[in-house]
């Protein structure tokens, strides 16, 4: 890939060795971090965390708290910082984040578990090859920003590793594609990080529209929130990059800019180069509901169509301040997406409606709610731990909740709409050959070429 690696422990761990940075066994023994009842070593999955913000952290605690997972190493390229501003209603704002954070998280834990109360075992690394390279570790989870998923996700596919990867899948609709043949090419167990797909509340639903209890579906109207940060001024300056922050590292596969503490952190969200804005944050969530609701995981819509998004002219943030599209599904169900203040779907049908609005729902018949699905009808997957799933398959090898194929088809929706707003027209796409059909500029849009020495 280029770029030397850093620390000494590469060359061990791609030799397999036995003993990590730190010179502890990477196969702890179960007496050192608990006692009687905890699961013996030879039955865990070991992981690490590539990624250590607000949403790596939150799926870093999720898979502690699996009896059957260790950790033994995460990953960022922020040492420690309390800059992740966020509006999250856990109460990210002012917390600290980064390897360091994450690694006294995943120490305190164990040491919680042991009788000696404390635990010194975990790896904290700022290059994921690092950890892609060590042939102790199971499995990973990619919390980084969307920029950053392909390129470690194909990786661990090649090291043999199965994968937990947040959603948006990916940045691009061709970077999707090969994270999705790589998954499948190495038969790697993969989770997208779309949750709702382990609610109960929303596979009920989808069941409801799957099983015609209100007609034919004919038509989805969805909302999605604004954007939740404020940009710069448009005569932003570049400055200094802190010290605790590999910036080199962050941009990566990206086109070079200099630094702005916008650019990074949780605002990334807001740059094209680095993610598609709320379209394809929010988007993720909403869109795959409606994918499971219509029985389109392999596929997606095969028209696009702007109705009235709004872009900035000029400054730091680049994606749409307001997201306004439709599409059509060659089933004849038409969908639409526009800002709104609150989360929203309406599902409607020929015979009924069904409306979702802050995970509350009502519909029209008002039965619906003591609808049973019948034994002989539509079941969709089942899951009520979006991270324990994760954990079974890797034991049990079947799919999981949202593979790699249903996280890229509902990602691709979002980008293909973004490509649809930025162009400001209406675009004929073919889900099964993943081109437009009528336009070599949205074609183009479909990749983005990668800053050297990085590629996929």
Request: aromatic share 10%.
């Amino acid at each position: 890939m280029g770029r030397a690696m850093r620390r000494r422990t590469f060359l061990k761990h791609a030799a397999g060795a036995a003993v990590g940075t730190l010179g502890l066994p990477l196969f702890i023994p179960s007496r050192a971090i608990g006692a009687a009842g905890v699961t013996p070593p030879s039955e865990r999955i070991t992981m690490a965390s590539i990624g250590c913000g607000g949403m790596g952290t939150n799926n870093l605690r999720a898979f502690l708290a699996q009896p059957d997972v260790q950790v033994l190493a995460v990953c960022d390229v922020v040492t420690a910082s309390d800059q992740y501003g966020h509006w999250y209603k856990q109460g990210w704002n002012g917390a600290w984040f980064g390897r360091e954070p994450a690694r006294k998280i995943v120490e305190e834990n164990y040491a919680q578990k042991s009788p000696s109360g404390s635990y010194k075992g975990c790896d904290a690394y700022i290059d994921f090859r690092e950890i892609i390279a060590r042939k102790d570790i199971d499995a990973v989870c990619v919390t980084t920003p969307d920029h950053w998923h392909a390129i470690p996700v194909v990786m661990a596919a090649a090291a043999g590793k199965d994968i937990y990867c947040e959603k948006p899948l990916s940045l691009t609709v061709a970077e999707g594609r090969a994270m999705v043949e790589a998954a499948q090419r190495y038969n790697r167990v993969f989770q997208t990080g779309t949750m709702r797909r382990s609610s109960q509340q929303y596979r009920f639903i989808s069941e409801l529209v799957r099983n015609g209890r209100i007609g034919k579906l004919k038509r989805v109207d969805s909302t999605i929130g604004p954007n939740n940060k404020q940009a710069p001024p448009r005569d932003w300056q570049p400055m200094p990059v802190p010290e605790w922050l590999d910036y080199e590292m962050w941009l990566g596969p990206a086109p070079w800019a200099p630094y702005h503490k916008d650019r990074c952190l949780y605002t990334f969200r807001f740059g094209l180069d680095y993610s598609g804005g709320q379209t394809t944050n929010l988007g993720a969530h909403v869109i795959d509901i409606i994918q499971w609701a219509n029985g389109t995981d392999d596929t997606g819509p095969v028209e696009f169509e702007d109705t009235g998004s709004e872009w900035p002219k000029d400054g730091l943030f680049t994606t749409a301040t307001k997201v306004s599209f439709a599409a059509r599904y060659a089933n004849g169900v038409e969908l639409t997406c526009r800002t709104e203040k609150t989360e929203w779907w309406r599902f409607e049908g020929t015979e009924g409606w069904i409306d979702v609005r802050d995970n509350e729902w009502t519909s029209s018949p008002e039965s619906l709610k003591a609808t049973v699905i019948g034994q002989n009808e539509i079941h969709l997957y089942e899951s009520n731990d979006h991270h324990r799933n994760f954990v079974d398959c890797i034991k049990s090898r079947r799919p999981t909740a949202a593979p790699a194929e249903i996280g890229h088809r509902s990602t691709s929706i979002c980008q293909l709409a973004n490509i649809a707003m930025k162009l400001g027209r209406k675009l004929h796409w073919d889900p099964t050959a993943e081109r437009f059909t009528d336009s070599d500029e949205a074609n183009q849009m479909l990749a983005k070429p990668l800053r050297s020495p990085w590629h996929l």
